[in-house]
T-cell receptor, first 112, second 115 residues
Framework: GNSVTQMEGPVTLSEEAFLTINCTYTATGYPSLFWYVQYPGEGLQLLLKATKADDKGSNKGFEATYRKETTSFHLEKGSVQVSDSAVYFCALSPSNTGKLIFGQGTTLQVKP | GAGVSQSPSNKVTEKGKDVELRCDPISGHTALYWYRQSLGQGLEFLIYFQGNSAPDKSGLPSDRFSAERTGGSVSTLTIQRTQQEDSAVYLC?????????????FGPGTRLTVL
């Protein structure tokens, strides 16, 4: 079946530190991959996406590369800010279905 | 334009009562999704609408859960005979014709508490 596994949190970093949140997936076919973010008190927002192998999604300084050989889509940012504190969800959409299958979410706290 | 809206934002009900949750998608969006976010289960897919039909209902957890969509717009998720394990945040999302079907825009959610 289809599933997403992401590293457990919470992750606590100091401002300007390097961020990696690991995400691996299991899927049949060729899914699209996503990172969604949920800021405190706000709704779920799309952060970035990649639709095929070796694609790199990027937004707001965050990047993730679709690695089919390792079935991974790790989220990275070179220098985090306090405003990046949020819950990050990795997700996949199986081919042609539209629905999203989410990982458990990783809470990121960035301290000044 | 306006985003996806959901009502009510909060709902407290007693065990055994029925509840209705409403979703207004972005105008013109043809696909609509319901998800549930709970502490124990994370974010789970419930049901997907394309227009007024539901080609994928695989995530509905029991026959107490049903959903409909009318006029290709508003959707209602109904939970009958609510149980405490139904307590969760219910999220709605929609996708436009111009987007890939998997680019979804989420509403703020309805927080359901079953006492």
């Amino acid at each position: 079946g289809n599933s997403v596994t992401q590293m457990e949190g919470p992750v606590t970093l100091s401002e300007e530190a390097f961020l990696t949140i690991n995400c691996t997936y299991t899927a049949t076919g060729y899914p699209s991959l996503f990172w969604y973010v949920q800021y405190p008190g706000e709704g779920l927002q799309l952060l970035l996406k990649a639709t095929k192998a070796d694609d790199k999604g990027s937004n707001k300084g965050f990047e993730a590369t679709y690695r089919k050989e390792t079935t991974s889509f790790h989220l990275e940012k070179g220098s985090v800010q306090v405003s990046d504190s949020a819950v990050y969800f990795c997700a996949l959409s199986p081919s042609n279905t539209g629905k999203l299958i989410f990982g458990q979410g990783t809470t990121l706290q960035v301290k000044p | 334009g306006a985003g996806v809206s959901q009502s009510p934002s909060n709902k407290v009900t007693e065990k055994g009562k029925d509840v209705e949750l409403r979703c207004d998608p972005i105008s013109g969006h043809t696909a609509l999704y319901w998800y549930r976010q709970s502490l124990g289960q994370g974010l789970e897919f419930l049901i997907y609408f394309q227009g007024n039909s539901a080609p994928d209902k695989s995530g509905l957890p029991s026959d107490r859960f049903s959903a409909e969509r009318t006029g290709g717009s508003v959707s209602t998720l109904t939970i009958q005979r609510t149980q405490q394990e139904d307590s969760a945040v219910y999220l709605c999302a929609s996708t436009g014709v111009g987007d890939r079907i998997d680019t979804q825009y989420f509403g703020p959610g309805t927080r359901l508490t079953v006492l």
